[in-house]
């Protein structure tokens, strides 16, 4: 999720042996490991572009543009920074993919129900819900874009948790490949970006006991991004993976994770696969995947490299 939030995607365990580049963003802990350390500079430079992309997206921060286009009571001509034109395709594919339950616009919602800026994690009273309800807003109808301007007309809460921080990370592999690093592991709060020769293994942890692993995934040049609703969880079957559609918690998946060759792509369909058949996700991305069922049940794509434990 890419919020300024308190906890970090749960989903992987791993053991780094490298130099590592430490540090605390958008609510999660990063850690970037290379053969040498980074310089200073490019140190410098990663936080930045980290602290820039979170300058925008935030809806937890009163200054963001997330926040600019929540405020604006009739709407407006809102301009993103050219790379967002990514991820937005990206939100255009699965609005469609997945029949309008991944949605950026998920974000009032979300408020609603308790995981606000402030984190009341209290839900607003059953009429507040049912009025948004009658009138809830949808990526596919209620925002007009051309390429990075987005144009409005009312307040929209738009929330890219669903692959947003996966998003970051490309963008960081990217800062990091521009400074002739080809070997490196970016790990932002569990969700991987790896480049280089040698295979990295990755624990999945358990969606009920985070002490626990129920399999090894191997990872090779790829990406590997997970979602759960064992955290960012409050109350009674609340957690902060909702369908677009109802506005409501998905409550027939417990965790996924799924390896694809950007981490943009692989952070948004391990959403979209609480909701969405894996088959017709794969009719527009190929990836792999591992699924936890609600009932305890696994399901695994044929083709997926690494072992799970019975």
């Known amino acids: 999720m890419i919020h300024t939030g308190r906890d970090a995607d749960p989903g992987t ?47 937890f921060r009163p200054d963001s543009l997330i926040s600019r286009i929540a405020a604006a009571p009739v709407g407006g001509r809102f301009t993103f920074p050219e790379d967002s034109c990514l991820l937005f395709e990206l939100y255009d594919r699965l609005a469609v993919l997945t029949e309008g339950a991944v949605d950026p ?28 309800a009658r009138v809830r807003p ?19 809460v738009i929330d890219v948790g669903a692959a947003g921080k ?69 109350g009674t079957d609340l957690h902060h993976i909702l369908d677009g559609r109802t506005g409501l918690p998905a409550g027939e998946t417990l965790a996924t994770w799924v390896i694809a060759d950007d981490a943009a792509v692989a952070d948004a369909l391990a959403t979209a696969l609480f909701f969405t058949a894996p088959h017709q996700l794969a009719t527009a991305y190929h990836f792999t995947y591992v699924r936890v069922g609600s009932d305890g049940r696994v399901d695994t794509s044929p083709d997926f490299v690494g072992e799970l434990f019975g």
């Open 13 to 59: 365990f791993r053991c780094g042996s490298r130099p590592a580049f430490t540090f605390d963003a958008i609510g999660t802990r990063w850690s970037i490991e290379t053969d040498t350390p980074l310089d200073t500079d490019l140190c410098r430079q990663l936080r930045r572009r980290i602290d820039d992309f979170d300058a925008v997206y935030s809806r």
């Open 105 to 132: 616009l998920v974000g009032r919602d979300l408020e609603l129900l308790g995981y606000d800026r402030t984190y009341t994690l209290t839900p607003a009273p059953a009429p507040v819900r049912a009025r948004h």
């Open 138 to 156: 949808s990526w596919s109808t209620d925002v007009i874009r051309d390429g990075a301007l987005l144009t409005t007309h009312r307040p929209l």
């Open 166 to 234: 996966g998003h970051l990370v490309d963008l960081v592999a990217a800062l990091l490949r521009d400074a002739a690093i080809s070997r490196f592991v970016v790990d932002a709060g569990g969700d991987l970006r790896h480049d280089g020769e040698e295979t990295l293994r990755v624990g999945l942890e358990h969606p009920l006991d985070p002490t626990r692993v129920i399999g090894i995934a191997h990872l090779h040049q790829q990406a590997l991004c997970a979602s759960a609703t064992n955290r960012r969880a409050w």
